[in-house]
């Protein structure tokens, strides 16, 4: 994983486009301490690290009422 200060990514922005596209992710750091603040990743990667595998609550259903209150027994029902 390759670490870029925000001032070289938007100097090189296609290049870096160039690397994510063949799979590189990119660190994005910020300031004099450069602080990382975001990473730049390929859509691919993207989308299978924000599939969302229910597990153990798959088949439950989950009601909010209006005034946000519950019982003890609906919360218990859980």
């Known amino acids: 994983m390759k670490s870029l200060p ?8 296609s290049e ?9 992710e990119i660190v994005i750091t910020y300031g004099k ?4 603040v975001a990473v730049i990743v390929p859509y691919n990667e993207y989308k299978k690290r924000n599939a969302i595998k229910l597990g153990l609550l798959q088949d439950k259903t989950f009601k909010m009422n209006s ?12």
């Open 33 to 36: 301490k450069k602080e990382n």
């Open 67 to 78: 005034d946000f209150e519950m019982t003890e027994e609906e919360l218990l029902n859980l």
């Open 16 to 24: 870096v486009i160039d690397e994510v596209r063949s799979g590189e």
């Open 6 to 13: 925000v001032g070289d990514l938007k100097t090189h922005f």
